[in-house]
């Protein structure tokens, strides 16, 4: 008989109620991917989960498999630091990383680098939090996915930059940057294209450090936030094609069975 028991390694990325005192705590799993399993009791003020499965949570799970869900059986802490819980900004960008690793993996697939990545990211936002760390995890994202994006050429005609002046326009449906006669997308500063492009290289951790402002200074950065907004058009637009893709597989699916 197999065992119906199996542990794993995972991060909290988000929780929902269910009936009087049990919440459903979604997880991204080191080796088992994305999991749904229901933490019984836990709204009750003597859970034994006392405060451990909240999101950006850090911990090892055993977890009983269900018919339906399974459940969370025991939970360890793997790293306590939750010095961040009082920091809203990084609450925000924190809510920000698991939202999009909540809608783009799906359940049961393992995605072992993604968790790598996210691991990563939740280290960063700890110790180095800046606005720059969720548009950077957001197009690393886009590229483990095979959705980089084109930065060095147009996506209209393939020119290089020298040739055509400069790219100065980015389109999310398009993937990549724009010369002046294909422009179709938002308009993108050089700033923002150079940014995007280290990002992308083996310099995103020098990025990472220039943007961390020690004293907890968070200015409002022009560029930061043009490479944030393109992420989010980027991701979004990923996000709608693969639906989409979807969409037309469940249809087939209807009419062949
Ligand atoms: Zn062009």
Not at 76 to 92: C, F, K, P, R
């Amino acid at each position: 008989m197999t065992s119906r028991l199996y542990r794993d390694t995972g991060i909290v990325l988000r929780t929902y109620r269910l009936g009087e005192a049990d919440r459903i705590v979604v997880f991204l799993t080191e080796n088992n991917g994305k999991v749904r399993a229901v933490a019984k009791g836990i709204r009750k003020t003597r859970s034994k989960f006392g405060g451990r499965l909240e999101p950006l949570s850090l911990v090892n799970v055993q977890f009983h498999r269900g018919t339906s869900l399974d459940v969370v059986s025991q939970v360890e802490t793997v790293d306590a630091s939750t010095s961040m819980y009082g920091d809203l900004d990084v609450m925000t960008e924190a809510s920000a990383v698991l939202e999009v690793v909540d809608q783009l993996i799906p359940d049961r697939e393992p995605v072992p680098q993604i968790f790598r990545m996210l691991l990563g990211v939740r280290r960063t936002l700890l110790e180095k939090p800046s606005p720059l760390v969720v548009p950077a995890f957001i197009w690393k994202l886009l590229a483990v996915e095979g959705v980089r994006p084109e930065l060095d050429r147009c996506v209209g005609c393939g020119d290089v930059e020298s040739e055509a002046g400069g790219f100065v326009a980015f389109d999310s449906t398009m993937g990549g940057v724009q010369c002046r006669r294909c422009r179709t997308g938002v308009g993108v500063s050089d700033r923002a294209v150079s940014l995007m492009r280290d990002m992308l290289s083996g310099r995103l951790g020098a990025v990472l450090d220039a943007a961390y402002d020690p004293a907890g200074q968070r200015l409002d950065d022009p560029t930061a936030s043009e490479v944030a907004d393109l992420a989010t058009r980027a991701f979004e637009a990923h996000v709608e094609r693969r639906l989409r893709s979807l969409g037309i597989f469940e249809r087939h699916d209807e009419r062949s069975s």
